[in-house]
């Protein structure tokens, strides 16, 4: 029952902006946490950032600051804001939630140019 969309994943230069939408089935207090995970062709899927529901985050170190992932609660979704964007930062950007066990989206493919 639990769905996971996400949007916001396009195509900018590097230097760029992004803001990467999280919208949940229903309150993402029914979460534990919820966060963003990325994944480049051929490399393993990794863990970008994460907010839990008191708001405490998490980010990888190849955020560098770069990144921020917030909550909406009214509206149920979970964004994450990406500046300075990087041709490293190319990869499908997926929305996932944790709860009784692991939820995903579909995934949303960011791609950065030089």
């Known amino acids: 029952q639990v769905q996971l969309v996400e949007s916001g994943g396009g195509l900018v230069q590097a230097g760029g902006s992004l803001r990467l939408s999280c919208a949940a089935s229903g309150s993402i207090f029914s979460f534990n946490d919820m966060g963003w995970y990325r994944q480049a062709p051929g490399k393993q899927r990794e863990l970008v950032a994460t907010?839990?529901?008191?708001?405490?985050?998490i980010y990888a170190d190849f955020v560098k600051g770069r990144f921020t992932i917030s909550r909406d609660n009214t509206k149920n979704t979970v964004n994450l804001q990406m500046n300075s964007l990087e041709p490293e930062d190319t990869a499908v950007y997926y929305c996932?939630?944790?709860?009784?066990?692991?939820?995903w989206g579909q995934g949303t493919q960011v791609t950065v140019s030089s």
């Open positions: 996932r939630a944790r709860g009784r066990s692991y939820y």
């Open positions: 907010i839990t529901n008191g708001g405490t985050r």
